[in-house]
């Protein structure tokens, strides 16, 4: 029987680079829509081969991390600085019910695929456009990455490391897509719900998401907050030790979490052999720990205590009293986690040419659809002909185009 798409019947066109609009259409993809990745005839997506900067593989017929996010998607291979490639592109775009892109307006409007150009032709269409700064304001125009406009113009990788005016730290590095992949969750949302509206009224929308926004919304109790005097980063002795990570006796991390503070810290305290802590008046509330003076050396004696056992022998004494925690994972520990493996967070996919590698998952579900497939990314230009042929295209035609270069098709 077949698999139960809730997007069977959309049609996609993404124009993206990177990972922010590519992750949305892996998304939508994973959801039953029919997502066109449009590439140029040069190359395609640089996120091709930018794999190769991590030492992971980037081959045509194993690519990994470029899978990750175009998975479940065809691809064509279109010139659009041509007059010819602009033409099959609105071809294309006759039935669709979504264009999807990260490329700024300047570019797009170079290539005819501007908002108020499409618009005008296809009074149906949901357009998503994501951006680095903003559609408007002096930097509407200016180009945004992950890097900097999520993290570094978000307030994130300076107010998380740096003290003051002190000369002993530096900014933290941030972790690679994050930005642009929370953001991919967004423009699904709200595209997907432009397309529901244009249904129903027969009018198309523009849906658009900058990397600086959405960084200043997740970070909205801290930006509020600031105002008021809460400042970033804290540093070790005076922030909360009930939600700190504490180095095991193992050399793992442990990190326990007090979720109600009077129903939970007896319990955490008991745990600790600290019961002389309990019903102590300088550790009444949680607000006493933003003291200095009664939060060093309760963190000094947490810490001592905490390295007399493994990380796993503390994360079962504080599981089995109910409380919340936690042992700190790296990365490469994901790939093997049972739970990741039993969600199908993660999956591991055999190729034809008879490599395997372990993928990530999206993390939407859907109880009727259950987990949706996973095929790899395609190729560049694996589906143009095929594609152009749904189009209306004849053989004669789309021979004069590849023999022209104005399409590619992969061999």
Known sequence: MEQYKPLKGVKVVELSLMVASASCGRMMADWGADVIKLENTKGGDNFRKWPLSIGAPADDDFDPIFDNLNANKRAVSIDTRTKEGQEIVYRLLEDADVFLTNLRTEALRKQGL????????????????????????????????????????????????????????????????????????????????????????????????????????????????????????????????????????????????????????????????????????????????????????????????????????????????????EILARYEDVLTDPQAIANDFVYKMKYDNGQEATLVRTCLRSERMGTPEFNRGPMLGEHTVSILKEAGYSDEEIEKYLSEGIIRQHD
């Not at 149906?124 to 509407?140: F, S």
């Not at 709200?190 to 529901?196: H, I, M, P, W, Y």
């Not at 809460?230 to 050399?251: I, L, Q, T, V, Y």
């Not at 979720?259 to 309990?278: C, E, K, S």
Request: charged share 20%; hydrophobic share 35%.
């Open 114 to 325: 501007d908002y108020d150009t499409l618009k005008e032709k296809f009074p149906k269409l949901v357009m998503c456009q994501l951006d680095g700064y903003g559609p408007k304001g002096e930097e509407a125009g200016r180009p945004g990455y992950d890097n900097t406009a999520f993290w570094a113009r978000g307030g994130f990788m300076y107010s998380q490391a740096v003290y003051g005016d002190s000369n002993d730290t530096y900014p933290v590095y941030m972790p690679m897509g994050f930005g642009d992949t929370t953001c991919a969750l967004g423009m699904m949302a709200a595209t997907v719900s432009a397309v529901l509206s244009a249904r129903q009224t027969g009018k198309g929308d523009r849906v658009s998401l900058s990397l600086y926004g959405t960084a200043a919304w997740l970070a909205n109790i801290l930006v509020s907050g600031s105002q008021y005097g809460f400042k970033m980063p804290k540093r070790r002795e005076n922030s909360s030790p009930f939600g700190a990570p504490f180095k095991c006796s193992d050399g793992r991390w442990f990190m326990p979490q007090v979720v109600v503070f009077n129903r939970d810290t007896p319990i955490f305290y008991h745990l600790l052999g600290a019961d002389d802590m309990i019903g102590d008046p300088r550790y009444a509330t949680r607000a006493q720990f933003n003291d200095v003076n009664i939060c060093r050396p309760v963190i000094e004696r947490f810490e001592k205590i905490f390295a007399t056992k493994t990380a796993k022998e503390w994360y079962d004494m504080f599981s089995a009293e109910g409380l919340c925690c």
